[in-house]
Every structure is written in C-alpha cells, then in structure tokens.
C-alpha cells in the first residue's frame, strides 16, 4: 500500500463517510467537514489522485477508487476500534475517545490493533 500521511489519511476517511450518507461526495463538502479551504481540499485531492487513492474529478464529484476505498475502510475500521476501546472498555468519555483514537489511528501498530480487537472480543463474549 502507498504511504499516506495522516491528512491524507483523513481524507479519505471523511470522503467515506460522505460517500455513506450522502451517496455523492463534493469538495465543498469535504471543506465544510475537514475544516480547510476549497483550496487546501484542492491539493489533497491531487495528491490522493497521483497515489491512486481517487479517481480523477468529473463535474466536482469525488469518487474513491478501489484502493483508496480499501485504505478509507482500514483507517475507519482502526478509528471504530480504538474509539470503542476507550470509550467502552477504558470507560473515556465519547468526544474525547473519538477525538484520541482519531489522533491514535495513524500510529498505531497492527499488533496492537490485534490485541486490542481480542480484549474487546473477550470483554463482550463476558458480558454476553
């Protein structure tokens, strides 16, 4: 998989998180969402296209490509993890746990992540 940086990482991840709600996803969308300027989304998004990671923009939509739809999935899936973690097994409040995991996923080695998702595992088939 290409390197990504954690904006980039980012990015894809709330373009995945429109494309779920919204169906279609627009740079003025992901500007609101991310807090920066079309601008700034502008040159995100170049660099997203020449890793491969969104298809080249027609008529202002942004489209995921298969890569960059795998890799969106990976970084929201390590976000959901480490969210519920903190939150439900660390017992942290919701908006820091979201905020922290947000933060944590782009570090986070897959050891870990592996160790964490068993923990969980176990701690629900307890309360089952």
């Keep these: 998989m290409k390197e990504l940086r954690e904006s980039g990482e980012n990015y894809l991840e ?11 996803v627009r740079s003025i969308e992901i500007a609101r969402r991310v807090g ?3 601008a700034s ?8 296209r020449e890793a ?4 080249p923009s027609y008529y202002g939509e942004v489209v995921l490509t298969a890569a960059g739809r795998a890799r969106a999935q990976q970084v929201r899936a390590r976000h959901d993890l480490l969210c519920s973690f ?5 017992g942290v409040e919701a908006e820091i746990a979201a905020h922290d ?4 996923e782009h570090v986070v080695s897959e050891e870990l992540l ?8 176990d701690k629900q088939h307890e309360n089952s």
Excluded: P, Q, T, Y
Aim: hydrophobic share 45%; glycine share 10%.
């Design 14 to 24: 709330v373009i995945l998180d429109i494309s779920r709600e919204c169906g279609e």
């Design 36 to 38: 920066v300027s079309r």
């Design 41 to 48: 989304v502008s040159k995100a998004l170049g660099v997203l």
């Design 52 to 55: 491969g990671f969104v298809e």
């Design 86 to 90: 903190l939150r439900d097994g660390l």
């Design 101 to 104: 995991a947000c933060r944590i």
């Design 114 to 121: 592996s160790h964490i998702s068993h923990w969980m595992e």
